[in-house]
């Protein structure tokens, strides 16, 4: 604070040491992971709003469940949930879904709804303007001479204000200093987890690599055993099988050929082969003789049956032209008979003029 002592200004403010400590001078959530860093530079604040003031303010789905995590958790907590925001795969047989971890849910607008009213008042008459109230002067005027230099001297006015400035940006570049030593050293340790967890990641699937091809050695070796055993009893079964044929076969096979003989299984081959072959060939010999035979008489019928209409034909057509030509010989001679007669007509006539 400044105090006046005879005359003059001086800065009395107590000196302080910087705080090191791990409190945070300003909030997290000003400070996007994917933005670019800034320190103390009012632009870039979240908190300050931009655009038209009237609409709803919206924020990034991401941005929002980032700052509700940092805020549920701080420190440790909250580098954590910095780390586990790689693209890190969800283990075999999970997935990963999306939580909403908001305390209070929001519709997020642009633009909030709207909605026009109206109402009727009575008219009501312009009251006329109020007059300027000028109080009654009291007292006595008097009046002073302020000479250069007596209010205000630049140059001691202007030095607690300069050690000032300079403190606050000495203050501020050494916590911008501590802080870009924190996110150097937060980045660091997050690259430190990311890889003993990528390591751990790859152990477990060794691990589960190789308890599946145990298993799978187990099945296979189960699987081998049963079939081992089934095909054991089946060779059992077969020779069990085999000996009792044979020993029920020993007797049979004299009866069954006394069978056969007795009813006639046993033939002639000669007498077979000239039933089964020569009587046959014989017959189908003789019907394909006879068939042709037949095909013959056929065509030898349908040739005379040919010749025979057309032999009618010719005759028809021959005793129609001897018609006609007896229709016109007869028609010729009447023609003839009736010139004749009109002749002998013309002659007689003659004679009797």
């Known amino acids: 604070m400044a105090q006046q002592q005879n005359g003059s ?23 996007d992971e994917e933005g670019p860093e800034t320190h103390g530079n009012i632009m870039y604040d979240a908190r300050v709003v931009r655009g038209s003031t009237f609409a709803s303010r919206t924020m990034p789905a991401g941005k929002s469940q980032r700052s509700s995590r940092r805020r549920v ?12 925001q790689g693209d890190v795969g969800p283990v075999p047989g999970r ?21 026009t009213q109206e ?26 001479q302020i000479e250069a230099g007596d209010l205000f001297n630049f140059d001691i006015e202007v ?20 802080e870009e030593e924190e996110l150097r050293n937060i980045r660091e340790h997050k690259a430190r987890f990311q890889q003993q967890r990528n390591v751990e990641l790859a152990e477990v ?3 589960e690599a190789e308890t599946k091809r145990r298993a799978a050695e187990k099945e296979r070796r189960v699987e081998q055993e049963k079939a ?19 020993s029920f076969l020993n007797d049979l096979h004299t009866s069954v050929f006394e069978k056969l003989v007795d009813s006639g299984h046993f033939y002639d081959p000669v007498q077979q082969e000239v039933e089964e072959v020569f ?22 019928d349908s040739l005379i049956i040919d010749a025979i209409a057309k032999c009618e034909r010719l005759q028809a057509e021959a005793e129609a032209e001897r018609e006609a030509e007896r229709a016109a010989a007869e028609a010729e001679e009447q023609r003839l008979a009736a010139e004749a007669e009109a002749a002998a007509e013309g002659e007689a006539e003659g004679e009797e003029a």
């Open 228 to 246: 081992r055993v089934v095909a054991e009893e089946e060779v059992l079964e077969k020779v069990a099988a085999r000996g009792f044929a044979k």
């Open 95 to 115: 997935k990963h879904i999306d939580v909403q971890t908001d305390d209070y849910l929001e519709e997020l607008t642009d633009k909030p709804p709207e909605k």
């Open 73 to 84: 958790g701080g420190g440790k907590g909250r580098m954590r949930g910095q780390s586990l």
């Open 119 to 144: 109402t009727q008042t009575d008219l009501l008459m312009d009251q006329p303007p109020q007059p300027l109230f000028m109080p009654a002067k009291i007292g006595v005027d008097v009046e002073t």
């Open 279 to 300: 009587l046959p060939w014989l017959t189908n010999n003789v019907v394909a003789r006879l068939g042709k035979a037949k095909l013959a008489r056929q065509l030898a």
């Open 205 to 207: 699937q060794r691990l």
């Open 9 to 31: 200004y001086s800065f009395t403010a107590d000196p302080r040491a910087v705080p090191h400590g791990r409190k945070q001078k300003y909030r997290q959530e000003a400070y």
């Open 159 to 178: 030095e607690p204000i300069l050690e000032v400035l300079v403190g606050k940006t000495l203050e501020q570049a050494m916590d911008e200093v501590l």
